[in-house]
């Protein structure tokens, strides 16, 4: 009996530290890793559009969402406002629900319109941290850290230390009655409707992915207001606004009813 739980402890430990572990993932990656992955001949054909398309398409929405003026107004009904605007510029608005993979928790669905290929669907919200700074408290058991290219992280998760922190470096970087970010992604009711890519699922093999992430680094011509609608912070102050932003981009048509479905790994050549 006490062998069995010692068995069963840790082999649940393995499976969530096996995808940390180097050799394991050089013996997979080949097999298993490959199969599921996205593969992009080199890093040049990673972005599906480019970045100064993402964000011409951002353009198109995110100055035209408002803030609530007064703090009894309330979030949600200026969160369905957005998804309003966000029909009526892009053709589409999506919105979280239960996931259609079993298991999969919540997920993020096209409820009105129709997403066409090479248009912007999501934002990966999050902390932004450098390669050189420190975010190993903030990963512990958390599976919304996306990692970028060059080793910057961003921390997507909305609770917790993670959420403390986002709001921290927010409020750091206030400037006086104008806000750096759009902090209403930590709560279930976003002012910016494309602030919800963390929640975007793993394909599978019943539910292909239909979107890939791509990195974009922000244009200095941005307007703060725009800038304030985006879901980021940099962990460490006094650097000036951030200048990534990682975008979740159609790799088809997506209709309405669809979940949205990415694939987590994508792997630079063959």
Same mark, same amino acid.
């Given at each position: 009996?006490?062998?069995?739980?010692?068995?069963?402890?840790?082999?649940?430990k393995?499976?969530?530290?096996?995808?940390?572990?180097?050799?394991?993932?050089?013996i997979?990656l080949?097999?298993?890793?490959k199969?599921?992955?996205r593969?992009?001949?080199?890093?040049a054909?990673?972005?599906?559009?480019? !970045?100064s398309?993402?964000?011409t398409q951002? @353009?198109?929405?995110?100055? /035209? $969402?408002?803030r609530?003026?007064?703090? %009894?107004? !309330?979030?949600?009904?200026y969160?369905?406002? @957005?998804?309003?605007?966000? /029909? $009526?510029?892009?053709g589409?608005?999506? %919105?979280?629900?239960?996931s259609?993979?079993?298991?999969?928790g919540?997920?993020?669905?096209v409820?009105?319109g129709?997403?066409?290929?090479?248009q912007?669907v999501a934002?990966?919200?999050?902390?932004?941290?450098?390669?050189?700074?420190?975010?190993?408290?903030?990963?512990?058991?958390?599976?919304?850290?996306?990692?970028?290219?060059?080793?910057?992280?961003?921390?997507?998760?909305?609770?917790?230390?993670?959420r403390?922190?986002?709001k921290?470096?927010?409020?750091r970087?206030?400037?006086?009655?104008?806000e750096?970010?759009d902090?209403?992604?930590?709560?279930?009711?976003?002012?910016?409707p494309?602030?919800?890519?963390?929640?975007?699922?793993?394909?599978?093999?019943?539910?292909p992915?239909?979107v890939?992430?791509?990195?974009?680094?922000l244009?200095?011509?941005?307007?703060?207001?725009?800038r304030?609608?985006m879901?980021y912070?940099?962990?460490s102050g006094?650097r000036?606004?951030?200048?990534?932003?990682?975008?979740?981009v159609?790799?088809?048509?997506?209709?309405?009813g669809?979940?949205i479905?990415?694939?987590?790994?994508t792997?630079?050549?063959?």
């Open positions: 009996m006490v062998v069995d739980k010692i068995t069963k402890f840790l082999s649940s393995w499976k969530n530290y096996k995808f940390r572990f180097v050799p394991w993932v050089a997979n080949h097999h298993k890793m199969d599921n992955a593969i992009v001949p080199s890093a054909a990673d972005p599906l559009i480019s !970045s398309k993402v964000l951002l @353009s198109k929405v995110v100055p /035209f $969402l408002v609530p003026k007064k703090p %009894e107004d !309330s979030i949600a009904t969160s369905e406002k @957005s998804r309003k605007i966000m /029909f $009526l510029k892009l589409f608005s999506i %919105e979280r629900g239960p259609l993979i079993p298991g999969g919540t997920g993020v669905f409820n009105r129709r997403v066409r290929k090479g912007v934002l990966y919200p999050g902390t932004i941290y450098r390669s050189f700074e420190p975010i190993l408290l903030a990963s512990i058991n958390n599976p919304f850290i996306f990692r970028c290219l060059d080793g910057t992280h961003i921390d997507g998760k909305d609770w917790g230390l993670s403390l922190v986002f921290s470096c927010a409020g970087d206030r400037m006086g009655p104008r750096v970010a902090i209403s992604w930590l709560t279930k009711n976003p002012i910016n494309l602030n919800v890519g963390q929640y975007v699922n793993n394909h599978t093999k019943d539910y992915s239909n890939a992430y791509q990195e974009v680094e244009s200095e011509g941005l307007s703060h207001e725009t304030s609608m879901p912070v940099n962990y006094g000036g606004l951030p200048n990534r932003i990682v975008a979740l159609a790799t088809r048509n997506i209709e309405q669809e979940e479905l990415s694939s987590y790994l792997l630079v050549g063959k």
